[in-house]
């Protein structure tokens, strides 16, 4: 399926210790150019600390990791060029309007004012935001919020798209606005991982998955084809048997 010449991320091997603590433990997955790509594991399994190695936020203790063809930790302004990055948790100034938040990010990518302002009007119409441009960002509900993060990641054109938990909180109705949202950015030829703990979600919205267990990766695929291997018929059972864990009835 994937070979490592269309791919937008590799990772071989990639460990990562902070202190005596192992976070990642020779994790080793590919995602291909145009995919959306999910990466599940239960708290503390290793998620969001592989999502910041990939983004050159953290370094690796052992193992390789290139993004859109640039290894992280030998050519990490390359890879910083090429990705863009919603975290967990809130990345917005609450106290500036939409439209002014966008236009913030858009200056630390050094985009002229004029091309900031078509780049945010372009941005607001495609996340569905051109209504509310001008709300005061603290005012606005988590899932107009989280359009606006997801936004503002998209200011530089990222080759890769980083989504760490984007729907965690939101309401079906938000999260599926936000899932359209995702399809269309990958549309566009954006290369897109995320993380989530709904895993409907994943089936739903992800070409391939990686389920990781305390820095482990346990599995690998295509929802249906785990769901095959693993004789399951939701990714939630798939997801219980990848990582030991018994369902509770
Ligand atoms: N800066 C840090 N210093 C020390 N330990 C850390 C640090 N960052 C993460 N860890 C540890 O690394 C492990 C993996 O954490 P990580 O945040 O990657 O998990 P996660 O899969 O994103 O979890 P969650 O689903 O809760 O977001 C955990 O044991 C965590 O406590
Ligand atoms: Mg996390």
């Given at each position: 399926m994937t070979s490592s010449a269309d791919a937008a991320v590799e990772v071989i091997g990639l460990t990562k210790d902070f202190g005596a603590t192992r976070a990642l433990d020779q994790a080793t997955f590919d995602v291909a150019r145009g995919e959306i790509f999910g990466l599940l594991g239960p708290n503390g399994a290793g998620k969001t600390t592989t999502m910041?190695?990939?983004l050159t936020l953290l370094m690796p203790t052992a193992g390789t990791a290139r993004v859109a063809g640039y290894d992280v930790t030998?050519?990490?302004v390359a890879v910083r060029e090429r990705v863009g990055w919603v975290p967990q948790g809130h990345a917005v100034d609450p106290l500036l309007t939409?439209?002014?938040n966008m236009t913030f990010m858009a200056g630390l990518y050094h985009l002229a004012p004029a091309a900031a302002r078509r780049r945010a009007d372009q941005l607001a119409q495609l996340a569905g935001l051109a209504g509310c441009a001008n709300d005061v960002a603290k005012d606005l509900s988590g899932g107009t919020r989280r359009k606006l993060?997801?936004?503002m990641s998209l200011m530089s054109v990222p080759a890769v798209l980083f989504l760490d938990e984007p729907t965690t909180?939101?309401?079906i109705a938000a999260r599926r606005d936000l899932w359209a949202y995702v399809r269309q950015i990958s549309g566009d030829g954006t290369t897109i991982m995320l993380t989530t703990h709904y895993l409907e979600e994943a089936d739903a919205l992800c070409d391939?998955?990686?389920i990781i267990d305390r820095g482990r990766i346990q599995a690998t695929g295509a929802p249906g084809e785990l769901k095959i291997t693993y004789q399951a018929s939701t990714l939630d059972d798939v997801f219980l048997?990848?990582?030991g864990q018994e369902l509770v009835a």
């Open positions: 910041r190695i990939l030998t050519d990490p939409v439209m002014e993060e997801l936004a909180g939101l309401d391939r998955v990686a048997a990848a990582t």
